[in-house]
């Protein structure tokens, strides 16, 4: 058993900043939890259409707080297991219109593109871009309404619905966010070899009316959930499971970006490690090339005071008149000028004491 206190100001600001499909996942409680906690603090919560509207840039209202003499909620909740959270979760009961009557932008622009008279290879319909669609002609119309009310289905959780191209060919993709997940509808096939040659062999490919919905990690990815029809049921009446398909894929998409972050984390520290050894290193080369130019330059100043000494010492030898005597000063003035300025040590002793 554990329990979770929700101030009702911030569970406000919640329930009208994302959908609740996202937050139970974020506060690992059911939706049903989730509501009795707003009903129990008096929150308003979005209507149906809220958040499609709102992606549509449609006008939405958001309603204002009403007064109420609760602050908090404590909520007591069993903690499952999350094999248990799956097989126990109820499925929505999504409606599949039998006519196409106000669909899907995005279906309205796949139907106009559909050719059912030219097939590829597979013997699939040609068109339905921007869609990822593969199926026989036969198949078409049944096709685009299971799709139609899935992806009306998708919005209205608050997922984000996109479509892109990628190596000649469109993808479907549904995002939250932060992660995206691709799938496609597609008819099963058979596979027959129609040729003798064993090197190159080929085949030709059969609808078997068949349909899937399948979840993909990536586009090269074959791995992925997918959802079919069955002998008991019709992927009509399964579209509610794709929604917990698409929860694990999702799942598993987000761990692996957190991996990769981490790796990436870890590769950047490596670097900056690696760079600060490298700066530390060629400072202390920088260092040890100035001291070896200053001991140089300290051993040529040393040089020239010697130089000087013995001048001066041979001057005090010689019998100078006043004119010779001021030739001898301005001659050491000018050389223990020079000396000073070779002499490194009052600069090093004041950067030694920085």
């Known amino acids: 058993m554990k329990k979770i206190t929700f101030e009702r100001n911030e569970l406000y600001e919640k329930v009208w900043e994302k959908p609740v499909s ?4 974020e506060l690992e409680i059911s939706s049903h939890k989730l509501y009795k906690a707003c009903e129990e603090l008096d929150i308003p919560t979005p209507s149906a259409g809220y958040w499609a509207k709102l992606r549509h840039d449609k006008e939405v209202t958001k309603p204002e707080l009403p007064e109420s003499d609760k602050e908090s909620f404590t909520l007591t909740i069993r903690e499952e297991s999350r094999m248990q959270k799956e097989q126990t979760k109820p499925t929505k009961q999504i409606s599949v219109s039998k006519r196409l009557t106000q669909p899907h932008p995005l279906i309205k622009q796949a139907r106009k593109n559909i050719d059912k008279t030219s097939l590829n290879r597979y013997n699939r319909v040609r068109g339905g871009t921007p869609l990822d669609l593969s199926v026989g002609p036969d198949n078409v119309e049944r096709s685009l309404r299971i799709l139609d009310a899935l992806l009306k289905e998708i919005e209205e959780q608050g997922y984000n619905l996109t479509t892109k191209r990628k190596n000649k060919s469109y993808w479907m993709l549904i995002g939250n966010g932060q992660d995206e997940v691709y799938f496609q509808l597609r008819e099963k096939g058979n596979r027959t070899e129609v040729s003798d040659d064993q090197r190159w062999p080929e085949y030709e490919y059969t609808p078997i009316g068949e349909l899937q919905l399948a979840l993909f990690r990536e586009t090269y990815d074959r791995t992925g959930k997918v959802l079919s ?19 694990q894929v999702m799942e598993q998409v987000k761990k692996r970006r957190l991996e990769r972050e981490e790796y990436h ?8 490690i ?3 050894a490298k700066e530390r290193r060629n400072e202390e080369k920088q260092r040890r090339n100035k001291l070896k130019k200053r001991a140089t330059t300290f051993t040529k100043s040393q ?4 130089f000087i000494a013995e001048i001066e010492k041979q001057q005090t030898k010689l019998d100078l008149t006043r004119e010779e005597e001021l030739k001898f000063k301005a001659w050491i003035m000018w050389a223990t000028n020079h000396a000073d300025r070779l002499n490194p040590v009052k600069q090093t002793v004041n950067e030694i004491l920085k």
């Not at 029809?229 to 929860?247: A, C, Q, V, W, Y």
């Not at 040089?303 to 010697?306: E, L, P, R």
């Open 265 to 272: 984390r870890k590769q950047r520290k490596k670097r900056e």
């Open 22 to 25: 996202h937050l139970t996942d």
């Open 229 to 247: 029809d069955t002998k008991s049921k019709k992927l009509e009446d399964r579209l509610g499971e794709f929604f917990i398909k698409l929860e």
């Open 303 to 306: 040089y020239i005071y010697d």
């Open 274 to 276: 690696k760079e600060a």
